[in-house]
């Protein structure tokens, strides 16, 4: 009855695991999906203001200049969001993976814990 419960047992704390790492998953979507949306408001709010900019120009070297620098500004922007997001994707895996390795950990320490006493029962039978 024993090997039942203890069955059990490693059923129950494998369902939990398995939701601490979709909790972790399903935070880790929250925060990527509010920074792409506050990047995206930004971007939007950065070109809007461009554009008026543009439209307030009074010569083709200020249209250049204008231009040139929204260009600069938004790749300099987008390569530094793409390495943010890099890193938040990272984080994700890491926290999602953690309850796992933890959980893994457990299981190895109880397995060595169970054939410990059988080696030791048989080597003093020898």
Known sequence: MQNFDD???MGQQN???AMRGFGEVGRSWQTIANEMSSYSKRSFEEGSATLEKLTGARSLDQVVAI???FARRSYEEYMAQCTKLSSMYVDMA???YRPIEMNGAMAQEAAQAEFRPAASVKSKRR
Do not use: G, H, I, V
């Open 7 to 9: 069955l059990q047992k």
């Open 15 to 17: 369902l939990d695991t």
């Open 67 to 69: 231009q040139s620098d």
């Open 94 to 96: 890491r926290d999602a």
